[in-house]
């Protein structure tokens, strides 16, 4: 199959034990139906990642994956649904709890479930450091929730690396629930292309129009007017694209060091921006650029979804914020959609999403399934449904 | 001929590892390319390794670019060392990092 692995993997949490499943063709442009059927053939309530036919090709943003669960799903983009892909699976079904709180191990066609002393203390952040530390890779890409996420929290967030923005569904506390404490995938996988000459070179032609098209980015004051406040652009260091993307929707703002510093010298001087409505709603409770990222910045940590405890929040300083992450249960889930209002139809961004290609980019440069399709044509010889 | 690097206009976007892989062996893998983006991402500290044939290693980062330096950006040990890698053949005249290259970060001179 050309894109894909024709694999999933389904790993029960509770017995650890990995069996593999091939990928039929006719599934190829259809992977949110497939996470809904697989989690009705493979239940009950499993979790479902997966990735679009798409993911890793060359039209652009085609970075997209998916975390499904319990009828809702979560993107994973910046470099995670391609690095997923080259994990070697398609699709990864996760059945059961865990015995002890660790993280799920996803690379070349292999599955395991570590359990490392200490795991459940540890935020977020720090438990992307301990994953790649112990696996030795700077590279891994981790799913992780925070402390919210382990008690299930409602309004927990995963995060993806170190970055919130795409789980505006309540995924941490699928993750709690199951005793995961985090998702890591690394992969040297293929994938093999139908014609790969012509598919790079349509990419360099549509890549080089979308660039015309679309001008030099801002950054994610490209795609909303809540970056473009003189604070927010005071602190910006540079913009950051996920996989494939010639327009990036990411601002890394530092609020600990010079932000036009480019040596490096500080481990964590900063924040990577792409939640605008955590954004909007921290400058709407009266937050500057600085303390807003800071805000941002320790809901990534503990796992906490943004908006929700800005939403609870009685005044915007750095002690209200502690103490509401200290105390979940002052904090309601406010569900606020961030890459789901990319598109006014909800079926273009679940499209988008299960092709493999970033909603938010391909809504500003012109989405369009069937010609999307059509385009990826060189690469792929499966006509969609 | 030869690539040259603009570290500050990179964006992080990957495409140049895949694409090299692609003039390689027709398929898409991170293994197998020439170069390597090198990535920190809590400070957001991003580079290109290149691995040239005349040059050695050009790792192109933030501070500046530079030749000959051993093991920098290589990767970590868990993937495939860049040293342990075919070095870049410019694709034959025609190098596809710098086509794709959304941000002419790659381009080429000489």
Not at chain 1, 53 to 78: D, E, K, Q, R
Not at chain 2, 23 to 43: C, F, G, Q, R
Not at chain 2, 68 to 74: D, N
Request: proline letters at 5%; one cysteine or more; charged letters at 25%.
């Amino acid at each position: 199959m050309y894109l894909r692995n024709g694999k999933i993997g389904v790993y029960d949490l509770a017995t650890k034990e990995l069996e593999a499943q091939e990928l039929s063709e006719e599934d190829n442009f259809q992977s949110l139906k497939v996470a809904e059927r697989l989690a009705v053939e493979l239940g009950p309530d499993p979790l479902v990642l997966g990735t679009g036919v798409l993911t890793a090709s060359f039209v652009p943003a085609a970075c997209a994956g998916f975390v499904w669960a319990n009828g809702g799903f979560m993107p994973i983009l910046g470099h995670a649904g391609v690095e997923l892909k080259f994990s070697g699976f398609d699709f990864v079904v996760i059945k059961g709890r865990g015995n002890r709180p660790g993280y799920l191990w996803i690379r070349d066609g292999m599955i395991e479930f570590v359990e490392p002393e200490g795991m459940a203390a540890l935020d977020s952040w720090k438990r992307t450091d301990k994953v790649r530390a112990d696996q030795g890779d700077g590279k891994i890409q981790v799913l992780s929730v925070g402390p919210w996420g382990d008690h299930s929290n409602a309004a927990s967030q995963v995060v993806v690396n170190y970055w919130g923005g795409e789980d505006k569904v309540g995924m941490g506390a699928e993750f709690g629930k199951r005793n995961l404490a985090a998702v890591a995938f690394r992969g040297m996988g293929e994938l093999e292309l139908k014609e790969p000459e012509k598919h790079f070179e349509d990419a360099v032609l549509l890549m080089s129009e979308h660039v015309q098209k679309l001008g030099k980015s801002e950054g994610i004051g490209s795609y909303s007017e809540v970056a473009k406040r003189d604070d927010f652009r005071k602190l910006f260091h540079r913009a950051v694209a996920c996989y494939g993307c010639p327009h990036p929707c990411r601002s890394y703002l530092k609020v600990s060091e010079d932000p036009g510093e480019f040596r490096l010298m500080a481990k964590e001087p900063g924040y990577l921006h792409y939640d605008i409505p955590a954004l909007a709603k921290a400058f709407d409770m009266g937050f500057d650029a600085k303390d807003a990222t800071l805000a941002i910045m320790k809901c990534a940590k503990a796992g906490a979804e943004p908006v929700s405890v800005l939403s609870a929040l009685s005044s915007p300083n750095q002690g209200a914020i502690d103490a509401l992450l200290s105390k979940p249960s002052d904090v309601k889930n406010v569900r606020a959609a961030n890459f789901e209002s990319s598109f006014k139809d909800v079926g273009d961004y679940r499209s988008a999403v299960g092709l493999g290609i970033c909603p938010r980019y391909w809504a500003k440069a012109g989405y369009d399934f069937q010609a999307v399709v059509a385009y990826a044509e060189s690469a792929l010889d499966v006509k969609p449904l | 001929m030869r690539l040259r690097i603009e570290p500050l206009k990179c964006i992080c976007c990957g495409l140049c590892e895949t694409v090299c892989s692609l003039n390689k062996d027709y398929v898409l893998t991170p293994m197998t390319s020439s170069i390597i983006l090198h990535m920190e991402d809590k400070a957001n500290y991003f580079g290109l390794v290149l691995k040239t044939k005349s040059e050695g290693l050009l790792v192109a980062r933030p501070e500046g670019t530079s030749t000959g330096q051993q093991a920098a950006g290589s990767g970590g040990p868990g993937a495939k060392p860049i040293l342990l890698r075919e070095p870049c053949d410019l694709c034959g005249g025609s190098p596809k990092c710098s086509r794709i290259c959304p941000t002419k970060c790659i381009t080429v001179e000489g």
